[in-house]
């Protein structure tokens, strides 16, 4: 049998968190959105929720951009926050912020501002998943609500090939020089990530049921 020892970091993540992963891909909510059984509305506000935590990330990112190990997990081509804004534009609505929103975008401005294995965490959950899932969702959300481009441009990537681009991330985790300690920093937080998006989704559902 393979220790976590013996296992590469990106291994790791993907086994020591699949529970909080399914968890999230399982959310009510975004099954409800692909088959357009809720109003445009709601899929407006998952993107108003979507701003304030990409706002805030994006916001960290600048900050650690420089930084000898997260930096190099910053990929200006991945940038949500110019795609929310056109989304919200084209919407013509921009909803509240949620109060599970408000606790995710405040614990990423406790640790992702100046601790590079939480940073990385956090990214690592919302870019890849969006780079995973997301390819899936968005095309979904864009047939069941008759969105040609405008929209649902969160979902859409120029000039990246998912696939790729996931492969390439998950190896440069795993040449990432963290001592033992850091590397279970990272861990705990990406399962945390997840909870505070499974939050969020459990927020928007109950809200629109």
């Given at each position: 049998m393979t220790s976590n020892a013996d296992q590469s970091l990106?291994?790791?993540?993907?086994?020591?968190?699949?529970?909080?992963?399914?968890?999230?891909q399982g959310s009510g909510f975004l099954d409800?959105?692909?088959?357009?059984?809720?109003?445009?509305?709601?899929y407006a506000d998952l993107a108003a929720q979507h701003y304030a935590i990409y706002e805030t990330l994006e916001k960290a990112a600048a900050v650690?951009?420089?930084?000898p190990s997260a930096g190099a997990f910053v990929f200006p081509e991945l940038a949500r926050l110019p795609a929310l804004a056109a989304d919200l534009h084209f919407l013509g609505e921009t909803p509240p912020v949620l109060p599970a929103t408000e606790a995710y975008c405040a614990r990423l401005r406790d640790?992702?501002?100046?601790?590079?294995?939480?940073?990385?965490?956090?990214?690592?959950?919302?870019?890849?998943?969006?780079?995973?899932?997301?390819?899936?969702?968005?095309?979904?959300?864009a047939r069941a609500y008759g969105l040609n481009g405008?929209?649902?441009?969160?979902?859409?990537?120029?000039?990246?090939?998912?696939?790729?681009?996931?492969?390439?991330y998950r190896e440069l985790l795993d040449r990432v020089t963290w001592p033992a300690e850091e590397q279970d920093v990272f861990l705990a937080e990406v399962a945390r990530a997840y909870r505070l998006n499974i939050a969020v989704l459990a927020e928007l559902k109950?809200?629109?049921?």
């Open positions: 990106s291994a790791r993540v993907r086994t020591g968190t699949r529970a909080e992963h399914d968890a999230a409800a959105l692909a088959d357009g059984r809720l109003p445009l509305a709601a650690m951009a420089d930084d640790v992702a501002f100046d601790r590079p294995a939480a940073f990385v965490a956090h990214h690592y959950t919302r870019y890849l998943g969006d780079l995973s899932g997301g390819q899936y969702l968005g095309p979904a959300i405008d929209g649902h441009r969160f979902f859409v990537f120029p000039g990246v090939h998912p696939p790729a681009f996931r492969a390439g109950e809200k629109w049921a």
